[in-house]
């Protein structure tokens, strides 16, 4: 993307260009998220047949019984997957970043570069995770209302800790700084992107019951569902992450003159340096 170009963007501007972007970066975002996700979603339906293959092995009319050892066995295991799900998630989603983020910084980093990027920033991404997650469960104790205000206002504090080195408290901030005065704008897009990804999981869960409603086969049931689940994931994770990367970065050209700053660096001018003086 030609910084020359970049200009403040409307609601509707923001998801053409972030659909724009994914599409023409889909084959990368694909093996991001897939890469990512594919093995959880895997050791997912492993757990699943465990479980179902403990029903199968007890005999007609024999009563259920509660093998506790089994059953925290099980317990632990959706335990493990559901950690190693959130874990893959803040992956895809940061690889995803990054490989969008490209149409702006006018790079093309491949999906290998982007999980490598992703990864190196891993443990800052699961922590800003943590700082956020709790301080919106106290928002929403107190109050739902500066609860809804805080999950908008954080929207972008995952671009600002990938792009900026912010970390914690600090991306928290500056994602409340920069979303300020655009908080409408941004609940807008983020209402929207959401709508759209919502119908997207329905229609492939949708799908998911209709391939297995008639079938009694565990094996079959749970790789469909896993391969339902990938499929759901590679969707619609990178969308997300388009929308808001472009949000971030239509928010710095606005407050900040990101697109001037991008064609200082493109001429090869450092823009925290003052001008030459005149001859």
């Known amino acids: 993307m030609d910084p020359a170009g970049l200009r403040p963007l409307g609601v509707g501007e923001i998801l053409d260009l972030a659909i724009k972007v994914y599409r023409s970066r889909f084959a990368d975002l694909v093996k991001v998220v897939a890469v990512a996700v594919t093995p959880v979603f895997v050791l997912g339906a492993l757990v699943q047949l465990s479980a179902s293959s403990e029903d199968e092995a007890r005999l007609p009319g024999e009563a259920a019984s509660v093998d506790f050892s089994d059953l925290w066995t099980f317990v632990a295991g959706v335990f493990l997957v559901a950690v190693l799900g959130f874990v893959a998630s803040q992956l895809a989603s940061a690889a995803s970043f990054r490989i969008v983020s490209g149409a702006y910084l006018g790079e093309s980093p491949t999906w290998r570069e982007s999980l490598g990027f992703a990864a190196s920033r891993l443990r800052s991404l699961l922590w800003l995770s943590v700082v956020l997650g709790f301080f919106l ?18 929207t972008v504090a995952t671009p600002v800790l990938l792009f900026e080195g912010l970390r914690g ?24 992107s959401t709508v759209f990804t919502a119908i997207v999981q329905a229609i492939f869960g949708s799908l998911f019951f209709a391939a297995v409603s008639d079938g009694d086969n565990d094996t079959a049931v749970a790789l469909a569902n ?3 689940n990938i499929t759901a994931s590679v969707v619609t994770t990178p969308f997300t992450a388009a929308v808001i990367a472009v949000v971030y970065f ?30």
């Open 137 to 154: 469960v106290l928002a929403f104790l107190a109050l739902i209302i500066p609860g809804f205000y805080f999950a908008v206002a954080w």
């Open 169 to 192: 408290r600090q991306a928290l901030a500056r994602s409340r700084a920069l979303v300020r005065d655009r908080w409408w704008p941004t609940l807008a897009v983020i209402f929207l």
């Open 226 to 228: 896993a391969a339902t």
């Open 250 to 279: 239509d928010l710095r050209v606005r407050k900040e003159g990101f697109d001037l700053e991008l064609l200082t660096r493109r001429v090869g001018v450092d823009p925290g340096q003052p001008p030459p003086p005149d001859a």
